[in-house]
T-cell receptor
Framework: KAGVTQTPRYLIKTRGQQVTLSCSPI?????VSWYQQTPGQGLQFLFE???????NKGNFPGRFSGRQFSNSRSEMNVSTLELGDSALYLC????????????FGSGTQLSVL | GENVEQHPSTLSVQEGDSAVIKCTYS??????FPWYKQELGKRPQLIID?????GEKKDQRIAVTLNKTAKHFSLHITETQPEDSAVYFC?????????????FGQGTRLTINP
């Protein structure tokens, strides 16, 4: 099976712009989670989608949003970018419910200038 | 909510020696404890996990122990090798019915010295 695929791999934006990141989970996986990784804060949970529904959300402002499509692919959107949004955004998929093994993608490295 | 503390933040050991990384968690209802390894520039990868109904699990040179009473779990790597150099993350889930969420520790940068 192909692994979790994230696109693009690198992204450079300026403050105030918006960005959309894409994640294709492992075939058959219905849960997709998003995490922000920064050197100072480690891995922070953003949100999780299952069968096109957001099941859980972390403590991030409303500028961060996401969605999941019927084929389980997910997108994450960040609007009105700030310098502090610069980070590695990782998506992870798992097969079904809670407390399952997570399989991570390689991430999208976002730089906000 | 769940809080996961991980120690140490950096660890340097001689090749062949053992390495131990410890984590504590706050939600006594947590029942799943994975460990992830992240090599430089690569994705985090699950290396071992343990569920709350067992106290120890081994997989070749790595092992995880769990003490539910004290709410801590540890990663043990024996006979360390240069390829063990990486950042290791522990994690625990808050108990949210029907949802997938992991709270990660801050990570331990392990360096194996030849």
């Amino acid at each position: 099976k192909a692994g979790v695929t994230q696109t693009p791999r690198y992204l450079i934006k300026t403050r105030g712009q918006q960005v959309t990141l894409s994640c294709s989970p492992i075939s058959g996986h219905r849960s997709v989670s998003w995490y922000q990784q920064t050197p100072g804060q480690g891995l922070q949970f953003l949100f999780e989608y299952f069968s096109e529904t957001q099941r859980n959300k972390g403590n991030f402002p409303g500028r961060f949003s996401g969605r999941q499509f019927s084929n389980s692919r997910s997108e994450m959107n960040v609007s009105t970018l700030e310098l502090g949004d610069s980070a590695l955004y990782l998506c992870a998929s798992s097969s079904t419910g809670s407390n399952e093994k997570l399989f991570f993608g390689s991430g999208t490295q976002l730089s906000v200038l | 909510g769940e809080n996961v503390e991980q120690h140490p933040s950096t660890l340097s050991v001689q090749e062949g020696d053992s390495a131990v990384i410890k984590c504590t968690y706050s939600d006594s209802a947590s029942n799943y404890f994975p460990w992830y390894k992240q090599e430089l520039g690569k994705r985090p990868q699950l290396i071992i996990d343990i569920r709350s109904n067992v106290g120890e699990k081994k997989d070749q040179r790595i092992a995880v122990t769990l003490n539910k009473t004290a709410k801590h779990f540890s990663l043990h790597i024996t006979e360390t090798q240069p390829e063990d150099s990486a950042v290791y993350f522990c994690a625990a889930p808050p108990i949210i019915q029907g949802a997938q969420k992991l709270v990660f520790g801050q990570g331990t940068r392990l360096t194996i010295n030849p």
